[in-house]
């Protein structure tokens, strides 16, 4: 049985999902962060 | 909004570990697929991503339903959390699947059921943060945002069902007795075994997305309370 | 006094409707931007199309339906923001009738004003592609489609009119939710004027009656609160 070489595709394929999701997950991340310093801030300015 | 739960840390470590197993059981525990190839490894994770984005707009569903029901502001911050997980992971679903498309289909994208109204899904979930964006008054933007929820999940099953409803190459994957049989991949134990377990790990992801983000609109709620205070 | 309460319901409907048309029929600005619209809409796409007998046969569908639903679109932003800025949707708030009636009566006179427009469209599409459009599945069909447009379409021109980009927004919102039924009506459409048997057409009819109640059921429970203030 001939299986076809789509190995290329595969990893194509992880790399759209990972990326992103990482992406994300940072994005996550550094909103929160900001909002901390934002919090911390403001509750100083009051 | 104290320090982190000790759950939330709990549930950060295991959804790092899951993913790890997933991966390790779609990419070699689970056989080769004879027709298609390696390719049909990003299977698992396409199905589980799509999966995923489904369960966030049906948070947003039941917590705009609660919303309107209750009026408390936190089931608008869960909304918001469920609406912006769901985009993200449909994103996912839908270009993981395009790149499958390509080695499988030979094409990037075709015009076909599944697709379709996948992206009218999408596209419903945009609208749904621009409209939160044009309106300055909160307790519109939560009311308007939770119909907008309702209305706008019309698109969920329709795309879940879409595959069942009209007839088109889309391989079903749960197919109930004979219906799909032709298109239908034929799973043997191992990929079922991958295949659940990838479900089962996006869920635990995607748990932990959600409590991440729903903290995420608990402080932005608070600043925005705050930044109304000094103008005060 | 149950009963009472449902002729009531059907009074303030009634009422809302004919407040509307009476309006219109004065001024006749809607109607007749509304129409001129959608001549315009048929005649870009003739040149766009390029319209020739051999093709004309199977864009037809979509073409009536791109014009219905532009046109549909201009009518709805019309038809609230008339309400908002003249101070009459306060004033139908504060009078003493049912949330409910207003919605629908808002509805049935939006879905009015495209069925008049389609009225004026399919035999002016007729005579000048020499097509015969009165065909009653495709009339039905029509029918529907317009019925869940026009479901939906009053509920969100109702939240876009509060917002700050309101007539952009419109078909922003709409158009997302309302595709699948234009989906259909297309299909159902092109397949009536093939000539197919009902049992081809029958899956997409019922997908379009689904469509409406879900749309109608969805309105009518949530319109209260894209009212309350």
């Not at chain 2, 985009?87 to 030979?106: D, E, P, Q, R």
């Not at chain 3, 009459?88 to 049935?108: E, S």
Request: with cysteine; glycine share 6%.
């Amino acid at each position: 049985m001939n299986i076809p070489d789509t190995t290329d595709f595969m990893i194509l394929g992880f790399t759209v999902i990972f990326v992103p999701m990482i992406i994300y997950v940072i994005s996550l991340a550094t909103r929160y962060k900001k909002y901390k310093a934002d919090i911390i801030y403001l509750e100083n300015e009051e | 909004m104290k320090e982190k739960p000790i759950g939330l840390t709990i549930l950060n470590v295991i959804s790092v570990i899951l993913l790890g197993i997933s991966l390790y059981m779609s990419l070699v525990f689970a056989p080769v697929e004879v027709n298609m190839g390696n390719v049909q490894r990003i299977f698992y994770t396409h199905v589980s991503v799509g999966w995923l984005g489904m369960i966030g707009f049906l948070l947003a569903l039941v917590a705009g339903i609660l919303y309107l029901v209750t009026g408390k502001k936190r089931w608008d911050i869960i909304g918001v959390a469920g609406v912006e997980v769901g985009l993200v992971f449909c994103f996912l679903n839908i270009i993981s699947g395009s790149v499958w498309a390509k080695a499988t289909w030979n094409t990037w994208w075709i015009w076909e059921p599944r697709l379709i109204t996948a992206t009218i899904m999408e596209l419903i979930y945009i609208a749904y943060i621009m409209l939160r964006q044009s309106i300055d008054e909160p307790d519109r933007r939560a009311r308007f945002g939770a119909i907008y929820a309702i209305v706008g999940f019309v698109s969920v099953p329709l795309t879940f069902l879409s595959i069942r409803i009209w007839n088109t190459i889309h391989p079903v994957v749960i197919a109930s007795g004979d219906a799909g049989a032709d298109t239908g991949m034929n799973m043997t134990d191992n990929m079922q075994k991958a295949f659940f377990f990838a479900l089962f790990t996006f869920t635990v992801i995607g748990v932990t997305l959600l409590w991440h983000r729903i903290r995420l609109g608990f402080l932005s709620d608070k600043i925005e309370q705050l930044k109304m205070k000094m103008v005060e | 006094m149950h009963k009472n309460n449902k002729t009531s319901f059907f009074k303030s409907v009634w009422a809302i409707v004919w407040k509307d048309l009476a309006a219109e029929l004065r001024s006749r600005e809607l109607m007749t931007a509304m129409l001129m619209f959608a001549v315009l809409v048929i005649l870009i796409f003739n040149f766009a199309l390029d319209l020739n007998p051999n093709i004309q046969k199977e864009v037809t569908p979509g073409i009536l339906w791109v014009t219905f639903v532009f046109a549909g679109t201009l009518g709805l932003n019309r038809s609230m923001a008339v309400e908002k800025d003249r101070g009459c949707l306060d004033g139908l708030l504060l009078a003493p009738v049912d949330r409910n009636a207003i919605y629908f009566g808002k509805m049935i006179g939006n879905l009015l004003f495209m069925l008049i427009i389609e009225a004026i469209v399919i035999p002016l599409y007729s005579i000048l592609y020499n097509m015969n459009l009165f065909n009653p599945g495709l009339l039905l069909t029509i029918l529907l489609g317009s019925i869940g447009y026009a479901a939906v379409g009053t509920l969100l021109s109702s939240m876009a009119v509060h917002t700050r980009t309101r007539d952009v927004l419109l078909p922003i919102l709409l158009f997302p939710v309302v595709l699948p039924v234009l989906i259909t009506a297309v299909q159902a459409s092109g397949a009536y004027l093939a000539g197919q048997d009902f049992e081809y057409i029958s899956n997409s009819i019922y997908i379009l009656i689904t469509y409406d109640v879900i749309f109608l059921a969805i309105a009518y429970m949530v319109f209260d609160f894209v009212v309350e203030e």
